[in-house]
């Protein structure tokens, strides 16, 4: 989320955490497959632009494998709906469990072959895992076989009609965290106007307290970001710093009053 101030005096000013929103597992999925979909190892979740062949949608994706191909190890899944894989899809792997079989059951068994993408259910006891998709897509009403190993659950139908599923992966990794950290404190210290010279106007009344002082003692960059996250950053427009006290003095309105000249003084404000 990000708490928004109004614009003062035609500057913006922002405050508040800058998170960005969190990507629903669809969505996820959707831009992982998109992603790979150009080497030809997924076919696109995307089933608007389909081919008409013999009236039936046909998904278009190129039957071959990088070589050595291993991908992601995927942390959830996401139907791909009611279709029909073609005999001509290489690397499928099947399993047959007459007894105790589940959606979950067939992820647990495909997931760990790091070349599968795609698993899927016929028959209400039958799994398969593929590294990619080739087939055609069937109507939901197809699929109306109950799973052997829980009925609440849809595993196919017959005639070679499957409930097929995409595995993804949404999680991230350290390296990730630490960049996406890295760039919301870039966006935080790229986020100020500065004047030096003098301080920033002053009144009684424009001095504001972040967390419990108008004052912090550190870095430039440690007021920057006390201005933008601290306590009662909500109403911190910018702050006046000292060089020679490495201090700064938040303010309400950097515009308000006079301000005082000084060599190792910088007024710095929201842009």
Known sequence: SAHIVGV??????????????????????????????????????????????????????????????KGPEPSDYISFGCRELAKTVPGVVEQDDPLSMTVDRCWITCKERRAAM??????????????????????????DSKCDGDKRQTCGGVAGASSVYVM??????????????????????QGYNVSSGHTCGMTKDSNIRIGASEVLTGSVDECKHACWHGPGSLRCHGFTYRKNLKRCTFHSDVFAGRYEKGADASCFWKK
Not at 14 to 19: F, I, T, V
Not at 171 to 185: A, C, H, I, P
Request: charged letters at 25%.
């Open 8 to 69: 003062r005096r035609g500057l913006p000013a922002l405050s508040g955490r800058m998170s960005r929103p969190r990507m629903s597992i669809a969505a996820c999925g959707a831009l992982i497959v998109a992603a790979l979909a150009p080497h030809g190892s997924v076919a696109s979740l995307v089933t608007a632009g389909d081919r008409r062949r013999g009236g039936a949608d046909v998904e278009q994706v190129t039957p071959t494998l990088p070589a050595n191909f």
């Open 168 to 189: 993804i992966d949404c999680n991230k990794t350290k390296e990730e965290k630490l960049w996406r950290q890295q760039q919301k404190e870039q966006l935080v210290i």
């Open 118 to 143: 795609y698993f899927g259910l016929t028959a209400g006891r039958k799994c398969w895992c593929a590294p990619l998709f080739l087939g055609k897509k069937l109507s939901d009403s197809r699929c």
